[in-house]
C-alpha cells in the first residue's frame, strides 16, 4: 500500500507534536509551531489540520480533564500514532534523497 504523502504543513505539525509528548494541546502546538517556523498560525489552520490528521490516521486526541486555570474546562491532548510515525519517517527519507548531492549548489555564492 503507498504511504500517504504529508503536505509541509502537515509534517510540522506532527513534529511540534512529537516535540511536545503528553503536553500536546491545541493551544500548545500552535504556539510551539510559531515558535519554531517563525510564522503565525491561525486557529482555523491548525484545527482543520489536526482533522486532516486525525482523518488520515496519523494522529488521535483524548479528553484531559482542564485544570483550575481553564475554570475545569476539559482539553484534546494529542498523540501521533504509529501510522503517523511511519508517515514522519517516509517524509523525511524522501526528503533525505531529494537533499542529497546539493550541497554545492545551495552554497551562498557569496
Known sequence: MAQAILGGFEQHL???????????YGGDIGRELEEHTGRRVSRGALYTTLDRLEDKGFIRWTVVQGTAARDGLARRRYTV??????????????????????????????
Open 81 to 110: 500514532t504509529a501510522s503517523g510515525l511511519s508517515a514522519l519517517r517516509t517524509s523525511r527519507q524522501v526528503l533525505q534523497r531529494l537533499w542529497s548531492g546539493l550541497e554545492d549548489r545551495l552554497k551562498d555564492p557569496s
Open 14 to 24: 506532527l513534529l511540534v507534536i512529537v516535540r511536545l509528548g503528553r503536553e500536546a
